[in-house]
């Protein structure tokens, strides 16, 4: 064999040996990345075995070709949908006729369909139970689930225009002492908090204080929405707002991710630094 | 006749033990937990409730409230402080409860329109059947407050028994507030097999419109694409009050005749909104040019003042006690 052939060839080898090694990374990668697909997309995933085909537990749903009563074995995921369902039969509404087989064991991508004295669920996916059974599943659903979170935060800490850690001083009702003219049984009930600031992490904000504007009623259309209190110590996602129709102009905190707990400091920092 | 009027005068609380009281003949009363077995464990604030029976089927029977499509609670935990995702809606629709036995069994499905993520699942919500038979159920009308927006949306289904989202008729929006649906269908003459549909609500609190006491009538509200019209119903000052109050609530009769009820505003002081209680009336299906106008008072305006001048307290009220730490809020009349 010449050197060129010589070369040639542990090139080559060199090359498959990349190869092989990249593809044997990818497959989980695709897996997880297929998982992860399915856990954003459905609210409920379980382990379960099918017990009867063309039948339901829910008179509100009619058994059809579609449907399938599957008993609950173990919840991987569960987005605050139903309580204990463990040991529970339920109906599953297939994603197509005849794609599970009496006694067969799965893991279902669901979400909730009907509550009543029994469940039905969609189905958005099934596939067969991976090794490691579901308790693997759950450390890789629960990576899933806060990554979600993160990104939920992450556009709000985006949208804040102004972001302080600090310490509420005092709060009491927006606007002085006059009373509201009339408005809605959903008005806001505005109220502002002096926020003493330790530190600034994102925004420029005044030298010592920063007022935050807050819905103080626990109306539907506010009850979510953060309360702040004297003494109360935390991360401020901070947004100007000015909406004459709401009564209210300046920094406001509406949504419930808008509060951070003091814990969170560092993770918040991270997420302004991050790109878009 | 049903009465949407004491809708607001329920509690979250007592909608949370969820009863609804069956009388039959009036020998016994059935007291029934509408929240089915697997919502057992939900915590989330399901109040405003509204209840409608099919006329022609009384065994049919729909409810609405403010109810998430989740259970506003960690996993296994009931009680547990809400955080953020659990605040949030699953997906994008809200449930309403159906009962299929006269009220005996209860289940959720979905068929609100809402969206994803947003904090409430729904604002305000009412819903009535009309007499017209769709398959073996009847047409359901709906007015709710869309969540995240709170604009207005009438809406119709034709099985109330699906979870599919029902049709959007028709949208209002700038400040408006507490649909209060009402519906019915032409017996005889021209029109005969018509819908007839009837929205009472508050067409621009808070400054939008100082006149607001509104209706939204469709005169054939189960045609493919229903024309809505407006009419304003208060014609007097509401003077320093700015608006009418917020609960306008219509009455349908099968001959044609309309009435509505609402809460005249006159003026605002103290805390507390100068207050008529004002009826109007059409008799022929608020049809004509000048609707509701049948009933005119004694000043020559449309709408008999039934009570004059009763004063409701109303919103956020801070006495200006001096040495006192903490104001004193008097929960708003949600009349």
Known sequence: MTPFRLLILLLFTALSACTSNGAAAGAPQEATSKTEELVRQSSLVFTGTVKKLNATTVPMVSASQSTAIVRVEEIVHNAGVVTDIAGKEITVELLAPGSVKPGERAMFYTNVDTYGESLAVTEVSHEAIPSGGAAAMRTRVAEIVERVADEKLQKRVAQAELIVAGRVTAARPYGGSAQHAPGSEHDPEWWEANVKVESVEKGQAPPAEVVVIFPHSNDVRWFGSPKFKEGQEGIFLLHRTKDEQLRVSGFTALDSLDYQPMDQREHVRKLTQKPR | ?335
């Open chain 2, 1 to 335: 006749m049903r009465s949407t009027g004491t809708r607001a005068a329920w509690t979250p609380k007592v909608f949370l033990a969820a009863s609804l009281i069956l009388c039959t003949g009036c020998h016994h009363v059935r007291v029934v937990n509408m929240v089915p077995r697997t919502r057992s464990g939900e915590t989330c604030q399901d109040s405003e409730p509204s209840i409608t029976v099919n006329p022609e089927n009384h065994e049919q029977i729909a409810a609405s409230a403010f109810t998430w499509d989740n259970l506003c609670n960690a996993p296994g935990s009931p009680g547990v402080p809400a955080n953020w995702w659990q605040l949030g809606m699953t997906g994008s629709s809200a449930p309403i409860y159906v009962s299929l036995d006269g009220g005996k069994k209860w289940h959720l499905r979905k068929s609100v329109p809402s969206t994803a993520g947003a904090t409430t699942p729904t604002g305000d919500i009412t819903l009535f059947f009309s007499r017209t038979r769709a398959g073996s159920t009847n047409v359901l009308y709906t007015g709710i407050l869309h969540a995240p927006d709170y604009s207005m949306n009438v809406l119709r289904t034709q099985d109330f028994r699906l979870s599919t989202p029902m049709t959007l008729l028709d949208t209002r929006t700038n400040n408006v507030d507490q649909p209060h649906t009402q519906a019915t269908t032409v017996p005889q003459g021209p029109d005969a097999g018509k819908d007839r549909l009837y929205v009472g609500f508050n067409n621009g609190f808070s400054g939008v419109n100082p006149q607001s006491a509104t209706v939204d009538v469709a005169l054939d509200a189960d045609s493919a694409t229903p024309a809505f019209n407006l009419t304003q119903l208060e014609t007097r000052s509401t003077g320093a009050a700015g608006q009418d109050g917020f609960a306008n609530v219509p009455a349908v009769s099968r001959d044609g005749t309309v009435y509505i009820v609402y809460y005249g505003w006159r003026g605002f002081s103290g805390g507390g909104v100068s207050t008529d209680v004002v009826v109007a009336r059409d008799d022929n299906w608020g049809s004509g040019a000048t609707p509701f106008t049948a009933l005119v008072d004694s000043d020559a305006h449309p709408g008999i003042r039934v009570v004059q001048g009763v004063v409701l307290p109303f919103g956020y009220v801070r006495p200006g006690t001096a040495g006192r730490q903490q104001p004193q809020y008097r929960r708003g009349s949600r009349e």
